[in-house]
């Protein structure tokens, strides 16, 4: 008989939902489910989630405490399955490049591609400031 597996979606499921059916699940589903777990609750928690992701830390009794910190709640909380949304970084204009060159004579222009790729907010933030003293 092949064991089965647990999708993490049903543990949290149990953890919040199905409390009587969450003491049947076994260590190695809570093992399996541990990483996404806490990783969700790491959003919310973060300090007690960076406790419980230490290696030595049992990763089953990680998740046993999660379901006790919430055994009174019969929902899943309105931040648990959110999603983050990226912010689209605006792309830097021609003329504010050529504002940023202006003021910054040392820096040869061929090596704008790589300023902009690794440093595109510190050269957003000195723009502005820049922008301040043009006419």
Known sequence: ?????IDFTVVVDYIFKNKNKYLELSDADKEIAFFMINRKFSAYYPSDAKKLN???VNRAS?????????KKTNDIPFWYWTKVEKKES???????IDI???????INPRYLDFIINFYEE???????KLKKYEI
């Open 1 to 5: 008989m092949t064991e089965r597996k």
């Open 54 to 56: 230490y290696k030595i």
């Open 62 to 70: 990680a998740i046993d405490i999660w379901f006790k910190a919430f």
């Open 90 to 96: 605006k792309k830097i204009s021609k003329s504010d």
């Open 100 to 106: 940023f060159l202006k003021y910054n004579k040392d």
């Open 122 to 128: 510190d050269m957003k933030t000195e723009i502005k």
